[in-house]
């Protein structure tokens, strides 16, 4: 009785009464699966995980007894509510110093989150009544946009496309669409393409808002993650970009600090101040000591760089291994991601249907997870921060990679 008076009740953002009994699975649960099965048929064989989208590197020494310091401190017990001035005056220093965005006012500004991801999901919030349009690429991170449809809102899709340099194409938008959008969520470096934007996009998207009174929101997770000679950009950089949205960088990819939860909100002044207000209704903010460990990154920006390095390797031994195998794959220019079209099939045995379907295929035959997407083509996602000790150690991942895919013949 108890139980099917609960079913009853749950919402229908999240199934209503047939919640819990939907038998199709989603993406990462049919990945988790897969590797099990794999695992389990192949005992005596590693699994190579290509599909983590998080760091394999801790948090720099130091950054971690700054941590260890401030948390034992009385101080810094409390609620931080909307932020630490400390941490807001460091986002906005480091806005400048690293991205020549100028003029930030940390206080009325700049915010902090726990974590990109909150401040994704609080967003529609401020802004998305019924009825209201959210402008979401794909493929991507669908957090903002499901959101939105909890509220009542309409997501519509943007995909991105190779023939178009992964960017979304805002022409193929209607007059109606146009006019019931009131966010566009942009994210360059680009999760999973890898796909970084140019001046000339940016200053075609501020156009665009400014002409449909649309809010910008670029999530810049990967900013600082550049190489071969990209210099790490921000939209808040161009010209007007303050006038129509803001931008939010996370330290977890950058610093290594994925489970640290934190990161910020900064730009336009009305919409820093409409996101503070939701949040201070729907969390206390990060602990004190997490911030004051984040003031300390903020200001060395070098870490980031140490890092890129790391994945600018990597990325060259992968991209090479996956060409030598007959893969049509360029090295991206920022962050640790490999976008790679899935082969049509196996000459002489099976045909992939969907990336989902080479993607199983990887791990339970060849023991390599990877991340299939089927938003917009056939791809899976390669990451490069797949555990490993040192260089040594990375090319013989590699080399492992090549062995264990050597015996088949790819049709593109």
């Known amino acids: 009785m108890t139980e099917s008076f609960i079913q009853q009740m749950i919402a229908e953002r999240i199934g209503g009464n047939q919640f819990g009994k939907d038998t199709v ?18 005992p005596n064989m590693d699994l190579i995980d290509f599909g983590v989208g998080e760091p394999d590197w801790m948090a720099e020494p130091e950054v971690i007894e700054i941590l ?47 974590g990109s991801k909150p401040i994704l999901a609080l967003l529609p919030l401020a802004f998305i009544n019924p009825g209201d349009i959210t402008l979401m690429t794909v493929p991507g991170y669908p ?32 007059v109606e669409q146009c006019k019931r959008a009131k966010l566009l969520y942009i994210n360059y470096p680009n999760n999973p393409t890898g796909a ?54 996370s330290l977890s990819k950058a610093y290594n600090m994925t489970g640290w939860r934190l990161a910020f909100i900064c730009g336009n002044e009305l919409v820093v101040k409409a996101f503070a207000a939701v949040k201070d209704n729907n969390d206390s903010g ?16 070098e870490i980031t760089e140490k890092t890129s390095l790391k994945y600018s390797r990597r990325h060259n031994l992968l ?13 991206p220019k920022a962050s640790f991601y490999l976008y790679v079209k899935v082969p049509k099939g196996i000459k002489g045995g099976r045909s992939f249907a969907s990336a989902e379907d080479f993607s199983e295929y990887l791990i339970v035959e060849k023991m390599l997870s990877t991340v299939p997407w089927d938003d917009a083509g056939a791809y899976v996602r390669f990451s490069v921060t797949f555990e490993a000790g040192g260089e040594a150690e990375e090319q013989e991942i590699i080399a492992t990679v090549k062995q264990r895919l050597a015996d088949v013949h790819f049709v593109f």
């Open 25 to 42: 699975l989603y993406k990462f649960e049919k990945i988790k699966r897969a590797k099990r099965a794999a695992q389990k048929k192949n």
């Open 319 to 331: 991209v090479a291994a996956l060409k030598s195998l007959g893969f049509s794959v360029k090295k």
């Open 196 to 249: 970084v934007a140019s001046r000339e996009f940016f200053a075609k998207v501020i156009e665009f808002a400014k002409k449909h009174n649309i809010i910008v929101v670029s999530d810049a997770a990967y900013a600082a993650l550049t190489f071969d000679g990209e210099v790490p950009f921000s939209f808040l950089s161009m010209d007007g970009a303050k006038d129509v949205g803001v931008e939010i960088h």
């Open 143 to 174: 957090v903002m946009g499901t959101t939105t449809q909890a509220i009542g809102g309409e997501v519509v899709n943007l995909p991105l496309l190779a023939e178009n340099n992964f960017l979304p194409n805002l022409d193929s938008l209607t």
């Open 286 to 301: 990060q602990f004190a000591a997490i911030q004051k460990a984040g003031v300390y990154c903020l200001k060395h920006p």
């Open 68 to 114: 260890y310091k401030a948390a034992k401190c009385k101080e810094n017990r409390g609620y931080t509510d909307n932020g630490l001035l400390d941490f807001k005056e460091a986002a906005a220093d480091y806005m400048n110093n690293v991205y020549h965005v100028q003029g930030l006012n940390p206080v009325s500004e700049v915010n902090h989150g726990i």
